[in-house]
């Protein structure tokens, strides 16, 4: 049974600084894709960071570059969002996905962890 976890989310001031955690497990960690997303209240899920299988790339949303890091530990099976610099608009619940294929695509979502960035 696939499953994705995260944790890390919560209420921190402008400026600051948050990392989310994605504990995967039910499938083989270090051949997925691993990519972050938010929807914000009253907006569209986005995309906001995607790290290749390998962890060798990784891709940023426009609105967060410089800012946020995407990274993965493939023995501990984990992908983590290191958020710095964090601002309102960062606000939203976090969603974990990975992609993979097999015979097929398959694609999974972890519950998701709310960020709310607030003075």
């Known amino acids: 049974q696939v499953q994705l976890v995260e944790s890390g989310g919560g209420l921190v001031q402008p400026g600051g600084s948050l990392r989310l955690s994605c504990a995967a497990s039910g499938f083989t960690f270090s051949t997925a894709g691993m990519n972050w997303y938010r929807k914000a209240p009253g907006k569209e899920r986005e995309l906001v960071a995607a790290?290749?299988?390998?962890?060798?790339?990784?891709n940023y949303a426009d609105s967060v570059k410089g800012r946020f890091t995407i990274s993965r530990d493939n023995v501990k099976n984990t992908v983590y969002l290191q958020m710095n610099s964090l601002q309102p608009e960062d606000t939203g619940v976090y969603y974990c996905?990975?992609?993979?294929?097999?015979?097929?695509?398959?694609?999974?979502w972890g519950q998701g962890t709310q960020v709310t960035v607030s003075s």
């Open positions: 790290i290749t299988s390998s962890g060798d790339t990784t």
């Open positions: 996905n990975a992609v993979f294929r097999l015979n097929r695509r398959y694609e999974y």
